[in-house]
């Protein structure tokens, strides 16, 4: 297995970045419908290599049945993001494609990111995959990152508080989900809120049992949210301070 910041981790670090950093500069001139027809062909790319993958290296687990582990089903905070680039690709609804991309800025960002820093798939001696896991999270934090450069998509304090409400009612059905569909080990932990993703983290562990970890985790999602949606909140403040002063005049 290769270790967290580790040869290999690092070396794949050193690929994903400078594709991050151009991302930034080159996101204004590409339109919207072709960022998501993009992720969409990346994603679907991305899961069939993932899929057989798995399958294919747990053919003996299941007698030979071409079956995918339970903890390898796309319900993570990032894997999720397949089904909403889907959702965006084929709805006409504009205010759902709004709804889903107010989800989709801080969860491919900072998931992105986190997924990057944190490498959990990656750390498997097989390349196909671990090219796949950095892909594809590179490809998402891109995205986050066209989001908040493009002047085709305005966010509001509003897609702040439905990013939150979002957030959080996906933290809980996970609990379910985990619960539902655990096999008697810890190897079905979707978005982390069973346990965290790597032993041995400064922060999010299990030293002081699981209820600190889940309060830990909410209040990390809670600032990562909010500073991802920094600006639209300084000025919604702006407007509110602004407006009392032109009715106290």
């Given at each position: 297995m290769h270790d967290l910041f580790g040869t290999v981790h690092l070396i794949?670090?050193?690929?994903?970045?400078?594709?991050?950093?151009?991302?930034?500069?080159?996101?204004?001139?590409?339109?919207?419908?072709?960022?998501?027809?993009?992720?969409?062909?990346?994603?679907?790319?991305?899961?069939t290599i993932k899929v057989f993958f798995y399958v294919i290296h747990n053919i003996d687990k299941f007698d030979g049945w071409g079956y995918l582990p339970k903890g390898d089903l796309p319900f993570h905070l990032c894997s999720i993001q397949i089904i909403l680039i889907i959702i965006l690709y084929f709805s006409k609804n504009e205010n759902l494609k709004k709804l889903l991309m107010s989800f989709m800025l801080p969860t491919c960002l900072i998931g992105g990111f986190a997924a990057l820093l944190i490498a959990t798939y990656s750390s498997r001696n097989f390349p196909i995959i671990t090219i796949q896991y950095f892909g594809f999270h590179t490809m998402i934090v891109c995205f986050a990152i066209f989001l908040l450069r493009t002047n085709e998509v305005e966010f509001t304090v509003k897609d702040y508080i439905h990013s939150l409400v979002m957030l959080f009612a996906c933290f809980f059905v996970a609990i379910y989900l985990n619960s539902w569909i655990r096999d008697g080990d810890n190897s079905v932990n979707f978005m982390y809120v069973s346990g965290p993703p790597q032993e041995g983290l400064p922060y999010l562990n299990l030293n002081q049992g699981w209820f600190v970890y889940i309060l830990?985790?909410?209040?990390?999602?809670?600032?990562?949210?909010?500073?991802?949606?920094i600006v639209p909140i300084i000025k919604w403040i702006k407007g509110k301070v602004k407006k009392n002063k032109l009715v106290e005049e």
């Open positions: 794949s670090l050193s690929i994903c970045l400078p594709i991050i950093i151009l991302s930034i500069f080159i996101s204004k001139k590409i339109k919207l419908a072709t960022v998501i027809k993009i992720l969409l062909i990346g994603g679907i790319i991305s899961e830990r985790y909410f209040a990390l999602a809670l600032l990562c949210d909010t500073l991802v949606y």
